[in-house]
């Protein structure tokens, strides 16, 4: 990741972003709504985002929303913003001042039944969090979830385990290798891992560790100590989310919409006419483009479509953003979206990275795009002017018990 | 992440395994990292492996009975090919024994190809790697697919700095996805989100002339 570059007109973007960050923090929807899906504006159960720079100030179409943290049973809590919501991972990860982040406030380590503090290598795609296991009582919009386990995101906690460096993905621990002050994963699953890592031996994953003053070993960790998905154990409201973004033609500095807990359990939350899509034990569906079918998720924390690549679209990947796809004019494709019976066509348009990012001050790009061999990721740009619901696993709702999402 | 997962071959060495064999123990505990018990190769890579050898023969004791005959056959084979791993890695000679029945288990499963041979292995946590072996033995390329990562340091070996360096310095202008590394004569894709990983590493420059990219997956 390339360092931070500011220069004036970086900076008037910067105050400018801030401050329509803080409209949105006053409540808000947002002035920009120009597409189909109505934005819910208020409620308990209602929490602003913004698409904008992020805390490290160079994000591209990220989005933004602020976590209350307390020790558990106590008023001692801290606000933080510049938590990047996101759809493909599932548990609160939150960085540490050790890594640049803004916590301070010091919630109790889970610990081991031998005493010693719980770690955890959490996997994404383009890196891996390493830090500890920390409780807490989460506060978003009028929604509160007590004792969550959560991870600190902490390069300093203890030795990165070898298995975690293995895995080769760089380490996210810090401000400009997250970009975020932390993340929220909001997708359809309630743990982070889930099964395998509650089993002993070969068939753990090495997600969980204690770790001694200096070292960690794997160790199995029940389902309900693993770092969560927080809207699981909201006391109502807790089936799902609403992702809520206008639709934006061209790239933007910011744009504001809404989350939104529970489906069906709000007059403010309901399915209406979107369609549902279950998806399987891995969390996916199904994408068919020119005919062909590719297994296929929804993203809000991958920040383009990523899809295929050049031999299948034709689309040849830029030179100096090598991720991402930079066509000489900008194509317009659709691909069916489908899970079993339920299909719908999805048109999307991708315009030239390099293009798109020549003007420093933007950080909303809804035709952004790049490989992803054999796969179909529907990042952020696709929540762009369409209600996204993510409904989690087993929970119930009026259109039948999660995972599913439905738009 | 993958520690319980004994990769057979990783991309670019020789392939080590078992030949002929009979008893139902040894498809059960069928592990080709026994077969050789001194992999060469870097001071890391031969060091994490004597230590997985040691995990796994612990297991070995309980899942996997060895005839004494099978083992010294075991232990010859791998005296007669001096350059066979415990697993192979990108890039390097896969040793290829023929399979028989036994081999085709609920783990560990060979796919032939005109041009190719495929080793499906799958670990108890759910990750399936795939290796690309050409006709000379050579692993081309790998695949894997499964709810976390394949340890990848194993499976790239002595690529797997290169990968580790370009996906450092992956630039995805400050956000996150997937990563698309493509280095001349290496090809490393990831893809996915959280509980469900796909990617695949190939080498270009050895991949036989008729295999096709969107084969290896």
């Known amino acids: 990741m390339k360092p931070l570059q500011f220069h004036p007109k970086g900076l008037c973007a910067v105050v400018l972003l801030a401050l329509s960050a803080l409209s949105v923090g006053c409540g808000g929807g947002s002035s920009k709504q120009n597409g189909t899906a109505p934005l819910a504006s208020s409620g308990g159960n209602v929490q602003p985002i913004v698409v904008n720079a992020g805390p490290a100030g160079n994000y591209a179409n990220g989005v933004f929303t602020s976590v209350t943290l307390c020790v558990p049973s106590s008023s001692s809590c801290q606000t933080i913003s510049g938590i990047l919501v996101d759809t493909g991972s599932y548990g609160l990860r939150i960085l540490s001042s050790a890594g640049g982040g803004a916590l301070t406030l010091s919630l109790p380590q889970q610990t081991a039944s ?61 401000l400009q290798t997250l970009g975020a002050n932390g993340i929220l994963g909001v997708g359809p699953f309630a743990e982070d891992c889930g099964g395998a890592c509650t089993q002993s031996g070969t068939s753990n994953p ?37 992702i809520q973004l206008p639709a934006v033609s061209g790239p933007a500095p910011s744009l504001a919409g809404s989350m ?9 939350n309901t399915l ?136 | 992440m993958l520690r319980d997962f004994q990769v057979e071959a990783n991309l670019g060495r020789r392939v080590c395994q078992y030949g002929k064999s009979g008893t139902s123990g040894r498809r059960r505990g069928y592990r080709r990292d026994r077969v050789c018990p001194s992999p060469v190769g870097n001071p890391d890579t031969r060091r994490e492996a004597l230590t997985k050898q040691r995990f796994v023969s612990r297991r070995a004791q309980t899942k996997c009975n060895l005839s004494i005959r099978g083992k010294l056959w075991l232990t010859a084979l ?9 697993w192979g890695v990108l890039g390097e000679d896969a040793a290829l024994v023929a399979a028989d029945g036994a081999r085709i288990n609920a783990s560990s499963r060979l796919i032939q190809r005109e041009s190719y041979t495929i080793h499906e292995l799958r670990s108890p946590s759910g990750i399936t790697v795939r ?29 797997f700095e290169e990968f580790q360096k370009a996906a450092q310095a992956q630039n995805r202008r400050g956000g996150h996805g997937p990563l698309v590394i493509q280095q001349p004569g290496l090809i490393v894709e990831l893809g996915g989100h959280m509980r469900s990983f796909v990617g695949r590493a190939y080498l270009p420059d050895e991949m036989p002339a008729e295999v096709r990219s969107g084969e290896i997956r």
């Open chain 1, 206 to 242: 090495g997600m969980y560790y204690t770790c001694a003053s200096t070292s960690c070993q794997i160790t199995a960790e029940p389902l309900a100590r693993q770092v969560q998905n927080p809207v699981v154990l909201f006391p109502n409201d807790n089936n799902g989310v609403i």
């Open chain 2, 78 to 86: 791998c005296l007669l090919i001096p350059s066979l791993q415990s």
């Open chain 2, 131 to 159: 290796e690309y072996a050409n006709a000379s033995g050579r692993v081309f390329a790998v695949a894997w697919k499964g709810p976390f990562l394949p340890d990848m340091k194993q499976l790239l070996g002595t690529h």
């Open chain 1, 272 to 407: 209406g006419k979107a369609e549902v899509f279950p998806v399987n034990s891995s969390g996916e569906f199904n994408t068919t483009f020119k005919g062909q079918s590719y297994p296929a998720f929804v993203d809000s924390g991958s920040n383009a479509f990523f899809f295929l690549d050049s031999d299948i679209t034709g689309i040849p990947a830029c030179g100096s953003n090598g991720g991402f796809y930079c066509p000489t004019t900008t194509q317009k494709l659709s691909a069916i979206t489908s899970s079993g019976n339920p299909s719908q066509t999805i048109t999307f348009s991708i315009a030239n990275a390099d293009s798109l990012f020549a003007n420093r001050g933007d950080f909303v790009f809804d035709t952004l795009g790049g490989p992803n061999a054999g796969t179909f990721d529907w990042g952020l740009p696709f929540f762009f002017g369409r209600n996204v619901f993510t409904a989690i696993e087993s929970r119930n709702t009026p259109a039948g018990a999660g995972p599913f999402w439905a738009y």
């Open chain 1, 114 to 174: 031998n005493g010693n503090p719980m770690g955890e290598c959490a996997l994404f795609v383009s890196g891996f969090t390493w830090g500890s296991v920390n409780t807490a009582d989460v506060i978003i919009a009028g929604e509160q979830a007590g004792n969550v386990p959560v991870q600190v995101i902490d390069p300093t906690f203890a030795a990165v385990p070898s298995a975690c460096k293995n895995t080769g993905v760089p380490e996210n621990d810090t």
């Open chain 1, 260 to 268: 939104v807990f529970g489906i069906g359990t709000q007059p403010n």
